[in-house]
């Protein structure tokens, strides 16, 4: 009798030993942190870490539009903002296909490597920065509407760089 004991006791270990098995999920996550200065979406959402621009045949690379806030710790201070580098899209399946400029706007002005100051009273027009600044748009687009010749796989990167001024925007 101790023998059926002992067999039971290894049928239902192996049991629960086959039910045992698990899947991993892992998750990386990312966190950018500048206690002073934020771009986020309108809606306070993170902004998207790629964008699909469409093409249309005859006409060219149609525009990609983000509507964005800023998001800062001092209303007084003024923003400046501008592009790391001018960006491009290169061909991803065909290297030797010509790179396509783009062309970056912010709230209507043209960003380049050049600084651009953002004053606060037009960011902040009440003077608060609980809800960040009014809405602007980010819109990435052909820097010269038109037809691409090669067809094939493009990508590249736009890199937009904030930060809050050195001196008061009140002095």
Wanted: charged share 15%.
């Amino acid at each position: 009798m101790k023998m059926n004991y002992k067999a039971a006791a290894v049928a239902l270990a192996s049991l629960f030993s086959v039910s045992a098995f698990a899947v991993q999920k892992d998750i990386t996550v990312v966190a950018d942190i500048d206690p002073t200065i934020e771009l986020l979406q309108a809606d306070g959402s993170a902004l998207p870490q790629s964008l699909r621009m469409s093409y249309l045949p005859g006409v060219g690379l149609l525009n990609e539009k983000v509507s964005t806030k800023i998001y800062t710790n001092d209303a007084t201070q003024k923003v400046q903002v501008r592009l790391l580098s001018e960006p491009q899209l290169l061909a991803v399946t065909n290297p030797s296909a010509a790179a396509i400029p783009l062309k970056v706007t912010y709230n209507g002005s043209e960003l380049s490597t050049a600084v651009i100051d953002l004053q606060p009273a037009t960011l902040f027009p009440n003077g608060r920065i609980d809800n960040g600044s009014i809405p602007m748009d980010l819109v990435i687009g052909q820097k010269t509407p038109g037809v691409v010749a090669t067809a094939g796989s493009y990508q590249g990167v736009v890199s937009v760089i904030l930060n809050t001024a050195a001196v008061s925007a009140n002095l």
